[in-house]
């Protein structure tokens, strides 16, 4: 995870969404290590925000956890400067995904970074293997546009420009990939 956070460069961050923050491990260790950042996180299940909740608290760390669908963020355009997203999109099919990016696009500032953590092309045959047992438990159609690969062209297709795998590893459940894509001041792409 800190490396994660390294690459998202967040010296100079004032505004930063997690998105899909699960119980809020990220978001608190963000918000740990760069106390001047204004940390929101969204999660669209209740019961995993109230234990993020529970856990920013007795830790003492000052989160806006938000229960919030990714695909209709509760956001004015041009909030963030930069979004954070670690294995959510895996969870999504191609179409959500897609609306996903859209929503993303829009909140973020001109020159706002997203990146994001998820499942990616696998390595090589293992790692396609031992990725399997990832999809029965998630779905073969939600996964499959990571393990293909297609997340570059997702994010590029929602409008951000250099996007980029960061680096990749091997896990016991296959390849997770570091993506990072930027909001140039480029208008919204038709359709
Ligand atoms: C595998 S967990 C990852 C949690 C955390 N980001 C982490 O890396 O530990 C995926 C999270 O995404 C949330 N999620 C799934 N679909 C979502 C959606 N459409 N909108 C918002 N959150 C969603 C789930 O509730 C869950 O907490």
Redesign the pocket.
Known sequence: MQAFIMQAQLDNAKQLL??????G??AMLIKHDFPVIDVTA????QK?LSIAVNKAFKAQVDIQFVQ????HLPCQVNCFDRIL????FH??SWD?KQQ?ASEIFRVLKPGGELHV?DWGRARNGLMRTLFLAVQLVDGFGNTRDNVSGRLVELFEAAGFSQVSEQQSFNTVFGTLVHYRALKGNAELPEN
């Open positions: 997690d998105l899909g923050c699960g119980t491990s990220l969204f999660d669209c299940d995993i919030a669908f990714a695909e997203s670690s294995l959510l969870h999504l959500k996903v953590l």
